[in-house]
């Protein structure tokens, strides 16, 4: 099999969609393609587009990345998890609103999860990065530091994860404030995705505070504080 970078764009149709909990709906996709390619890593990302550049204007895709939560090549289909948050962003928008029959446009991303064969891994996430962290737990079989930061219980999945509740603060300031109290042994590998201020904090809390070298750490904004979510 080929990796999804192999193919241009092209169309997929929705075949199902199921309600996870209150804010994550998962969508199943399907494409004759999917059927004769491969993810390039358990945080495989997409583009969703919510329509091709030949529908009407007012339905014209806007360009959202969002990870490959499960993938059936003997379908040809993939499932990708929404987290959804009111009306907060065209994808979210489009997610809340989906059913089966809908087309969306699929363009290939790639995943950014490397971590060293041996060693010890800290994964720090927050609600837009849960499906993400919930694809690298199923193939890590390593012990692992895993922190989630969410606005509330309400985002609780079924993960085994240290769970931190920021409630009103800054995202990224309660769970920064977290693994600065814990006596954590030696990290040699990091992945920390979400807000901006909780990617970026997480990053420089390990070069400057625990030593940890840089190209060890692999962080990504997924959204920002005061500008519109997906």
Request: glycine share 8%; proline share 5%; with cysteine.
């Amino acid at each position: 099999m080929t990796r999804y970078s192999a193919f241009e764009q092209f169309v997929m149709n929705v075949t199902a969609v199921t309600e996870l909990g209150e804010h994550m709906r998962r969508i199943t996709f399907h494409a004759p393609e999917f059927a004769s390619c491969t993810a390039t890593g358990p945080d495989d990302r997409i583009n969703v587009r919510t329509s091709l550049r030949e529908m009407p204007e007012d339905t014209r895709p806007a360009l959202r990345w969002y990870t490959v939560r499960a993938h059936r090549p003997h379908a040809a289909e993939i499932d990708v998890d929404f987290v959804v948050h009111g009306d907060a962003g065209p994808g979210t928008r489009w997610a809340r609103r989906a059913i089966a029959g809908d087309t969306a446009g699929f363009r290939a991303g790639g995943s950014a999860y490397r971590p060293p064969a041996e060693g010890s891994v800290l994964l720090v996430a927050d609600e837009t990065a849960l499906p993400a962290l919930a694809a690298i737990l199923e193939v890590e079989t390593r012990p692992l530091h895993v922190f989630a930061e969410v606005p509330d219980e309400s985002y609780r999945l079924d993960l085994d994860v240290e769970w931190v509740y920021r409630g009103d603060a800054e995202p990224g300031s309660a769970v920064l404030k977290v693994i600065r109290g814990k006596a954590l042994s030696t990290v040699d590998y990091a992945w920390a995705c979400g807000e901006s201020a909780l990617a970026t904090g997480v990053r420089r809390h390990l070069t400057k505070d625990r030593g940890v070298d840089r190209k060890a750490i692999m962080f990504s904004g997924y959204w920002k504080a005061g500008s519109a979510r997906e």
